[in-house]
């Protein structure tokens, strides 16, 4: 490609083309010819912008990664708004109904996928990690406005969130959760620190 845009809208259609990969028949469907007839370009053209393929696979989730920070921005906002309860539920539903739960199952999946993570990201998986970081800024700002307890420590509570959140969702051949049963969580872990229902206060 001739340009720095071209290769970056090659990047992009690789990378919507494993989401759509994953999400249809998860991790083990995810070649590297897999990958390039559903973006519909030559097989050459993954070996042009990448190592190899694990270089590719690497790319691709810190890709991913970096597109929760709007998200995360946009959670932090709501601190003081509607409820704590129904603004988690809500984070936590759109978390794990994208393409997170099946990047956890790629790594879980690929040996070589998480040696070549770690040399950018150290411990614990990108996906959730990221997402337990989102939660936690999130509740450290309801508490700064009084309704999470004061002795609450939000980044525990936000790893107890993202790990039973990832129970309810680790099964992708099944239906999703219903919001009832996400909120119920929340509610559930929330209960001892808030003020009120898990929601807290108005």
């Known amino acids: 490609m001739p340009t720095g845009v071209a290769i970056r809208d090659v990047r992009e259609q690789l990378f919507d083309a494993a989401d ?5 028949a998860g991790p083990s469907a995810l070649t590297s010819r897999a990958l390039t007839a559903e973006a519909g370009c ?7 912008h990448f190592d190899d393929f694990d270089d590719f696979l690497a790319q ?6 970096d597109q929760m920070a709007p ?4 959670l932090r906002e709501l601190a003081g708004t509607a409820t704590v309860g129904g603004n988690l539920t809500d984070a936590l539903s759109a978390v794990f109904r994208s393409v997170a739960v099946a990047i956890v199952a790629l790594l879980t999946f690929r040996d070589e996928l998480r040696a070549r993570l770690r040399q950018k990201w150290p411990a ?3 996906v959730l990690t990221e997402a337990a970081i989102m939660i936690g800024s999130y509740l450290r700002a309801e508490q700064d406005l009084g309704r999470i307890a004061r002795g609450a420590d ?4 936000a790893a107890v969130l993202i790990g039973s959140a990832h129970l309810l969702y680790a099964d992708r051949t099944g239906a999703s959760p219903e919001t009832d049963a996400v909120r119920r969580l929340v509610d559930g872990i929330l209960a ?4 009120g229902p898990a929601g ?3």
């Open 71 to 74: 998200q995360a921005a946009a």
């Open 20 to 24: 759509r990969i994953l999400l249809r």
């Open 42 to 48: 030559a097989k050459g053209v993954l070996h042009r």
């Open 60 to 65: 691709y989730v810190l890709d991913r990664v």
């Open 154 to 157: 939000p980044d525990t509570l």
């Open 192 to 195: 001892p620190v808030t003020a």
């Open 200 to 202: 807290g206060r108005p």
């Open 124 to 126: 614990g998986i990108p």
